[in-house]
């Protein structure tokens, strides 16, 4: 079976400060990892995947993501918060080559980034 | 544009009552699915549907039911076996591509609120 741990509720960030949001993952064999956000009263929007190839991946609004086979983690990292970053931020995993069986989404985390 | 219409976005259902929560997209995916968000417990998977005329059940699917009589559409009833409801209702699409390195496109959700 495939999970996706959030172990943050809440990350606190004063702006200009680098930010990360953690993401661990469970699941048989390779993994698609995929990072979205919400903003207030709308639907979640994509930020950016790792399907395979370099563990960095580049997304948008400036967001990158590290994918670290060994300890199944996929944090999600910002060099500089902006106040507008604040929302709520999922991740999400499918096994590699399973088709399209629905995403995994984790529970979500809070970023505040304080001004 | 192309993209998926969830309507309404707000929705009030009295003890008892079923309601049909309407998803629409006009992205010429094939999978269609629908999630519930509930605040601290992230997306949970309802119901989901690959190809017109079928579907699966998700993790959730008790007290809800859905039809895919045509692929743009995905309507999702609330039926009164559905003792806590209220939520919002987020509905995704994605093009089949067998290898699911694909995420998903989100609707901007339907809160639906028991009074």
């Known amino acids: 079976a495939q999970s996706v741990a959030q172990p943050e509720d809440q990350v606190n960030v004063a702006e200009g400060n680098p930010l990360t949001v953690k993401c661990t993952y469970s699941?048989?064999?390779?993994?698609?990892l995929f990072w979205y956000v919400q903003y207030p009263n709308r639907g979640l929007q994509f930020l950016l995947k790792y399907i395979t190839g370099d563990n960095l991946v580049k997304g948008s609004y400036g967001f990158e993501a590290e994918f670290n086979k060994s300890q199944t983690s996929f944090h999600l990292k910002k060099p500089s918060a902006l106040v507008s970053d604040s929302a709520l931020y999922f991740c999400?995993?499918?096994?590699?080559?399973?088709?399209?069986?629905?995403?995994?989404f984790g529970k979500g985390t809070r970023l505040s980034v304080i001004a | 544009d192309g993209g998926i219409t969830q309507s309404p976005k707000y929705l009030f259902r009295k003890e008892g009552q079923n309601v049909t929560l309407s998803c629409e997209q006009n992205?010429?995916?094939?999978?269609m699915y629908w999630y519930r968000q509930d605040p601290g417990q992230g997306l949970r998977l309802i119901y989901y549907?690959?190809?017109?005329?079928?579907?699966q059940k998700g993790d959730i699917a008790e007290g809800y039911s859905v039809s895919r009589e045509k692929k743009e559409s995905f309507p999702l009833t609330v039926t009164s076996a559905q003792k806590n409801p209220t939520a919002v209702y987020l509905c995704?699409?994605?093009?089949?591509?067998?290898?699911?390195?694909?995420?998903?496109?989100f609707g901007s959700g339907t809160r639906l609120t028991v009074v």
């Open positions: 995704a699409s994605t093009p089949l591509t067998g290898t699911g390195d694909y995420g998903y496109t």
């Open positions: 549907s690959q190809i017109v005329n079928d579907f």
């Open positions: 999400a995993v499918r096994a590699l080559n399973s088709g399209n069986t629905p995403l995994v």
């Open positions: 992205l010429n995916h094939d999978a």
């Open positions: 699941v048989s064999g390779n993994p698609y």
